[in-house]
């Protein structure tokens, strides 16, 4: 009857702080935009290619100049009307159209006067449809707890563009923004994962530890090496943002470090703390020094490759990069000195940091935690049992 009421009270204060939350996020997300670019007139809408008028592919297969088609467009102020529009043969904007192509027309309509062109083939469906076979398989494959895996990676998205973005874009700190980020996912992410217990607790403080790291070691960096937030490729777009919003964009770069080493900290985190709860629940005489000692075994199997995951998918990242200057042959020391390859070696190394350091600081909590857990439930349990020894042997 007790455990009913706790857990009423429970699921009431969730309830209460999910309602003042999404009153929170909805208040947050009323700030009104500056227009930095004017688009009075102008719309995004889809169509849906019925004729190929004049096509721009040359003998060799290329394709040069611009092409002109005819669209059906299936969305807008013209829907259900064939406009006559162009097509450029770039690589970022336009599309080699084909007769049933669906794409997304720039529509800038001025009284009788229309002026359309197109953006990109309409990859809206492909985009959904990935995102949504991939939290199915992940629910097929990992049953009940893929799926709650996959709330806490929409809850993860949506906290990204609901919660981060806006603050950010008030001036607030990127870099705190980003920690209040991680902390606010890890949290969620742990509690659906591993419900609310030690487990849970132990391997969100192992992340959040994990993640300061990292933004602590990408700050050493910074000071060590002068690379900032401002040496980016797109700093020119940014810096319109700063002068504009008074964004602080010199932050953006370690707050997305925070974001980007988050999952792989989680993991590790979340590893070792369940594996340390199954090591003390086997042998609950073990002591905290040897349950630590057990836990850095697991640690160090695991940091291997996760920190490795972080460095390759920043490698990976810098791919085209890489391959130009491989390609150009440029000196050692011109490589070497570059914002670029110096940004990417601070991303990989500084989330590296986080997932490697990360282990001893949940190790420690976990066996702290645990050993402090089983040496209450061995008291409780002796206390149980002198109670029972001492009714049986109670004279009748």
């Not at 009913?4 to 909805?26: D, H, T």
């Not at 007139?41 to 889809?46: D, P, S, V, Y």
């Not at 935690?369 to 109670?394: D, L, P």
Request: charged share 15%; aromatic share 8%.
């Amino acid at each position: 009857m007790q455990n009913q009421k706790q857990r009423r009270i429970l699921i009431l204060a969730a309830l209460v702080l999910a309602a003042v939350c999404a009153i929170a996020v909805y208040r947050l997300n009323g700030v009104a935009k500056i227009q930095l670019v004017n688009r009075t007139g102008q719309t995004f809408e889809t169509g849906v290619v019925t004729e190929i008028l004049q096509d721009n592919i040359q003998e060799n297969g290329q394709r040069v100049g611009q092409q002109t088609v005819l669209v059906r467009m299936t969305s807008g102020e013209k829907k259900g009307q064939e406009l006559e529009t162009t097509s450029s043969a770039g690589y970022l904007f336009g599309a080699a159209c084909t007769v049933g192509m669906r794409v997304v027309v720039i529509q800038s309509v001025a009284g009788d006067t229309v002026i359309t062109t197109v953006y990109s083939q309409d990859r809206t469906g492909v985009v959904i449809g990935f995102a949504v076979l991939y939290l199915a398989v992940l629910w097929l494959v990992g049953g009940f707890q893929g799926l709650k895996g996959a709330l806490g990676l929409v809850f993860a998205f949506v906290s990204i563009l609901y919660i981060y973005l806006p603050v950010v874009y008030l001036g607030y700190s990127p870099f705190w923004a980003a920690v209040l980020l991680c902390a606010v996912v890890t949290v969620v992410t742990m509690a659906l994962i591993g419900g609310l217990t030690r487990k849970s607790l132990c391997a969100t403080v192992g992340t959040l530890a994990g993640v300061l790291i990292a933004g602590v070691a990408a700050e050493a960096f910074s000071l060590a090496s002068g690379i900032t937030g401002w040496n980016v490729s797109d700093i020119e777009s940014l810096q319109t943002l700063y002068s504009v919003n008074d964004i602080q964009v010199g932050e953006l770069l370690f707050s997305g470090l925070l974001i980007s080493s988050l999952g792989a900290v989680m993991d590790v985190a979340m590893s070792i703390s369940s594996s340390m709860q199954e090591i003390c629940s086997q042998n609950p005489s073990i002591s905290r020094l040897e349950l630590m000692q057990a836990g850095m075994r697991v640690g160090r199997d695991m940091m291997g490759t996760d920190s490795n995951t972080l460095i390759l998918a920043f490698a990976g990242s810098s791919i085209s990069m890489l391959i130009m200057d491989y390609a150009y042959h440029l000196p050692f020391l011109q490589i070497m000195n570059s914002n670029n390859i110096g940004i990417a070696v601070m991303q990989g190394l500084a989330g590296s940091f986080g997932v490697v350091l990360c282990v001893p600081a949940t190790v420690v909590l976990a066996a702290w935690i645990y050993k402090a857990e089983w040496a209450e439930k061995a008291e409780k349990t002796e206390k149980a049992e002198k109670t029972e020894k001492t009714g049986a042997a109670a004279p009748r």
